[in-house]
């Protein structure tokens, strides 16, 4: 829902604490380099901690299939015989379920490992999608104004208007019902990246549109037209540098967001299909086993879907504020 | 200033017209109604004669046009899966989800405005950033986990909450009210808690932000320079400047909080709107899908117009801006 | 996690105190009747809770044996031709008297074109009006069955039907909603009261119903919960004190419970799995499960014991058989199943050339007890087994189009001989070659004219001992050629709280709380 916030605040002119792009921003790429952020970032030991597990989570979860004692998609890896087998510790535990298994005989921790990667993947390709969409939109829009900014804006306000898991849901439910039965699966995790997509590119278009349209105006850009330097180098080599650091923590937040709504449209029974369990597919599977005993089976993926989705965004926040030179 | 309102107002009639022309999509998208509508022993000259009589075979544009001019009347069919008013469906679901919002609006006020003063003037401090982190778990948290474990706790362990529904209900004509009676107001406790959450920490986050903006201003500066007691810097001037913003996205998030309502009823099975539309996606059921979308929709823009114009009012100098 | 604590009674008993005097039943089922109209979608749920508004020509009492509701007598004038007596006396809840009209307008709405309960009254023909307690109803032949089908026909008011215009039974198709839809009017134990769909269903007592009433109930409030576990919850805090869905995981939890009483009963429904038999399948391959040894690796990859023991915690009786023990036709060689062998599966698929079949196993989600559980572990079991399934679930109105006309490759489908309790139920509607009233769920399209000549004998047989020894032997020929995949009679658990004094359960798990007490 934290794009809803960005919505709002680049809808209408509520102040907030979100980046916005300014002129002001031109030139605090160097701050990488003189190491103001460095600096904050040692500064915060939670953030430390919340790189070190995010980066933890992440390599888990990719080299899972190296270490992992079952690949938990292969139905035929799957035995009945093994089901809820509670974890290690308790007195049931059998090695190599070290988290229990699930009702079908599947290993609880291979389960969500590989629904992470799952997550994770689908997290960071509705991001880059989404930022590649938004900012070509946002640039030209912005860099040739008239008719091109009006449509892709008001196609902006259109979807805007609908509220973003609305989207999500609508996108989800009809494309799968589209797609062939044979297809369903595999294309289950692409639906789930266009859904995202489709209502996250246009925050990134609205901020780089705002820049551009600044930029257009200032004199190198005019001297550049001067001399007949192409319209797409003078967008990517000069004014799309300028709208990074606003993208670049809308990005990350976006990122935790964008495995949050993963993780509810698999919780609601569109998402991931149970032979390819995301961690919403997971907890939703679990769920019918939450008060039966069998605890473990909806427990871990809970635990890990949260650890996620905090580190990201504490790594989120902390960008925010690093970059705003307004809160320092 | 009219022209600023006209304009808001054509710009809202537009996003409205495409917007139904996406639900009108989703139809299409879907596939055949007559397929999802026919039952098996019917024969091919009956189906024809059914896609005749929907006006299946009339040119797309007509279609279209029909559908707008009918969901202008309230006129958005019958449901596929239990044959009735798509219209009428709704309407007995929106006291149930407008209550639950309403509520949890309340909640997020009461708690997230104290807690974001909290944090601001107490910057630094071990309180303000241990809240600060406990925000960015409020917003970390997937609402139908946290629903999930609410009831876990307070429901099946606890037995303190009802862990369904909505209680007793009383009719006041078509509008049902579960607020005045005990059993109703029980059952909207967890819902609207969990709910809240995460519109909790975002308007914390907000007031924070504000506060500090507000602090750092000359005048603020200059009137505690003047030895004006710091209480009364926070809560006469600095709050006070900060409520609009508070105010205006409050209003303009009521239209998220009903479509994220719809977490909420699924995990508590609140009969809502917002419920109603869930079992539509799962049984396919389009005409119901493509009225809650329109209806939300509406909802979202008329508060974001009505919030924009408001604001054109009480600050001329915004006119400009768009 | 906890046992349940004390602190649950307690709002157990504070809600006891909060209800008003009348005594209530809080029912809380799975999930939703579709409508109020019995006719609308040829639901047996439905239909089974609509009983309790409406009432047929005869009914099943707490033994299952047929007696007399709103008939009080009947005879047959001709090999083909039934004459029922009306009761008399009897008025509808609006007021209106029950006459010979309101059941030929009831059998009129139930066998029109659109009907989707058609199929539920295969034999029938015409019915005419003698006087007004007096009606003939005509069939197409001779048929032993007619009873039984006429349990599930409930009656309406012609007079009530006609001035709300809504002669013609519910159709979505129609545009405009069917009066009956949302409002009901039947000669039952119980009046509607209000009705909010998925939310709450409200019946009160009706005072002035014809027989001696059996029940203390004053008013029942039908709540769907369909998350299984807010379910358990619900029972277990006392906001609801009876459920005929106790999950079949939580039925340990639920019987350590205080104050909760659990009611199993083996069900009568048994879980199958139909094969796609028309001559391609929907992707145009040519149709490998026409051929028996694909059928029968596919037999024995399934481990139905395993099923039994874990997707049903032992509570499901695995069987080889279309019909349950308790069903007239069945016989106890047709019950057996063979041992369950990955390695002979695979050995036969590759056999049949087969080996890697790659195909589509359509399941639903919210008909059956663990469904989509149970498929889960079929396709595990059949992956091991040298077969390549791929899972289609879904709910069942939605995976229902896909399961008729040969579209899927293998579905599931569950079958309890309801409302007929007898084996030719599942020949007539299942196993012959598709057809007029004949094989309306024959799905996979199959035709095999040996057992449609025993099964179309077996119609019109009137003894009742020849009759089933022909149904057996047509079951037998079915299971030898495997048309059908039996796996179990899924298991049936009842929950109610210490409120609920007595309820009667049959295996046909229908809640008849026209016979229910509750604690005074």
Known sequence: MSQQQNQL??????????????????GKRGKWRDGEIYQSFRRRPATIGAAILLLFLIATAFLSPLFVPQNPYDAAQLDLLNAEIPPIWQADGQWPFILGTDTQGRDVLSAILYGSRVSIVIGVAAVLLSLIVGITFGLLAGYYGGIIDTLLMRLGDVLLSIPTILVAILVSSLARQALPASLRDVGAAGV???????????????????QASVEREKEYVLAARVLHVPNRRIMLGHILPNTLTPIFVAATLNFGMAILTEATLSFLGIGMPPGQPSLGTLIRLGNDYLFSGSWWIVVFPVMQLSFLVVTVNMIGDWLRDALNPKLR | MLVFILKRLVNAIFVMLAVAFLAFAIFQVAGDPVEMLANEQMSQADRDALRDRMGLNDPMPVQFLRFVGNAAQGDFGMSYRNNQDVIGLIAERFPATMELVLVATLISLVVGIPLGILTAIGRGRWYAEGLQFLSIIGVSLPSFVVGIMLILVFSVILGWSPSFGRGEVIDFGWWSTGLLTPSGREALVLPAISLSLYQITLIMRLVRAEMLEVLRTDFIKFARARGIPRRRIWFRHA????????????????????????ITETVFQWPGMGMLFIQAVTFLDFPVMAAYLVIISFIFVVLNTAVDISYAIIDPRLRSAR | MKPIQAGLLATAAMMTAMSVQAETLRWGAARDIYSLDPYSYGDSYTIAFMNHVYEALVRYDENLEIEGALATEWETV?????????????TFQDGAEFTADDVIASLTRVSDPASPLKGNLPAYKSATKVDDHTVDIELTGPYPLLLNDLTNILIFDADWLKDNDAEKPSDAAAGVENYATNNANGTGPFIVESRTPDAKTVLVRNEDWWDEPQHNIDRIEFTPITSAPTRVAALLSGEINFTEEAPVQDLERLAAAPGVTLQETPSLRTIMFGFNRKPELEDGRENPFNDLHVRQAFDIAIDRDLLAKRVFRGKSRPSGSMVAPEIPGYAEALDAYPAADPEKARALLAEAGHEGLEFSLVCTNDAYV?????????????????????????????????????????????????????????????????????GVFNWGEWSYPEIDKLIEQASTEMDRDKRLAIETEALQMAKDELVMLPLYQQPMAWAMSEKVESVVQNPDNKARHWLTRLAE
């Open chain 2, 239 to 262: 709050l006070r400047n900060c409520l609009m913003p508070v105010v205006t996205m409050t209003a303009m998030n009521v239209g998220v909080l009903i479509a994220f309502a719809l």
């Open chain 1, 9 to 26: 605040s680049s809808m209408t002119p509520v102040p907030s604490d979100e980046p916005t792009a300014s002129p002001q921003d031109t």
């Open chain 3, 370 to 438: 663990n469904d989509e559980e149970l498929c889960r572990a079929v396709v595990s079991m059949l992956s091991r087994a040298g077969f390549k399934p791929t899972l289609d679930s879904a709910p069942q109105a939605l995976q229902t189009p896909k399961r008729a006309g040969g579209k899927s490759d293998v579905y599931i489908i569950g079958w309890a001989t309801l409302p007929m309790m007898d084996a030719y139920s599942v020949l007539q509607q299942i196993i012959h070659t598709k057809g007029e009233a004949w």
């Open chain 3, 78 to 90: 001709s090999p083909s031709v039934w004459r029922f007596h009306l009761r008399e006396g009897v």
């Open chain 1, 192 to 210: 789930l990246v266009l859904a995202i997509v489709l209502s996250s590119w246009v925050q990134y278009a609205r901020t780089v549109r705002a």
